[in-house]
């Protein structure tokens, strides 16, 4: 069985500091990776896949990297801003494509 | 303007009640899931669709029935005999897997109460 991973649980950092999320997954056999973020209350937001041949991918100021032999993806946001503050969750499709999910990490950034 | 949408955004059930959640979609995707979330843990699949008329359970599909009479819907049942129903529910929606593109796109969220 997959288990998804996400430490740490909670995290604050002041405006402007980068962020690290870490998501650690137990099995190395994967379709992809998914790294979504979801606000208080509402639904998830995809803000990149990563597919089991890459390596990382990058969207504006967000980086995922993938490392599917030490079963570890880390989302690098650089230069945070209050606007970031949300729960951002991983999740792995495994090869029966279902998603198995992390708890996520929420992120408080102060101003 | 396309997307998902969930109705209602709230709801409170009686204890022995069946209780019915809407999921709308109209970005023209064959595969629908349903999830739930609780408090400190990651969602879990209950049921999930990859073509009309057809549907498998997921991981926690107990206390819960679904159908698929059509592409853009996929109405969720909770059932009284699913134990502990107090829950986020989340619909997704998505192209086939093993297409390439196949990201989730989720819905706004049903929260369901149970009185």
């Known amino acids: 069985k997959q288990e998804v991973t996400q430490i740490p649980a909670a995290l604050s950092v002041p405006e402007g500091e980068n962020l690290v999320l870490n998501c650690s997954f137990t099995?190395?056999?994967?379709?992809?990776l998914q790294w979504f973020r979801q606000d208080p209350g509402k639904g998830l937001t995809s803000l990149l896949l990563i597919q089991s041949s890459q390596r990382e991918q990058t969207s504006g100021r967000l980086n995922a990297s993938l490392d599917k032999s030490s079963g570890r993806s880390t989302l690098y946001i650089a230069a945070s801003q209050p606007g970031d503050s949300a729960t951002y969750l991983c999740a792995v499709r495994r090869n029966d494509y279902k998603l198995s999910f992390g708890a996520g990490t929420t992120v408080t950034v102060r101003a | 303007d396309g997307g998902i949408t969930q109705s209602p955004k709230y709801l409170f059930r009686k204890e022995g009640q069946n209780v019915t959640l809407s999921c709308e979609q109209n970005?023209?995707?064959?595969?629908m899931y349903w999830y739930r979330q609780d408090p400190g843990q990651g969602l879990r699949l209950i049921y999930y669709?990859?073509?009309?008329?057809?549907?498998q359970k997921g991981d926690i599909a107990e206390g819960y029935s679904v159908s698929r009479e059509k592409k853009e819907s996929f109405p969720l049942t909770v059932t009284s005999a699913q134990k502990n129903p107090t829950a986020f529910y989340l619909c997704?929606?998505?192209?086939?897997?093993?297409?390439?593109?196949?990201?989730?796109?989720f819905g706004p969220g049903t929260r369901l109460t149970v009185l």
């Open positions: 669709s990859q073509i009309v008329n057809d549907f």
């Open positions: 997704a929606s998505s192209h086939p897997v093993g297409g390439g593109e196949d990201t989730q796109y």
């Open positions: 970005l023209n995707h064959d595969a």
């Open positions: 099995d190395s056999a994967i379709y992809n």
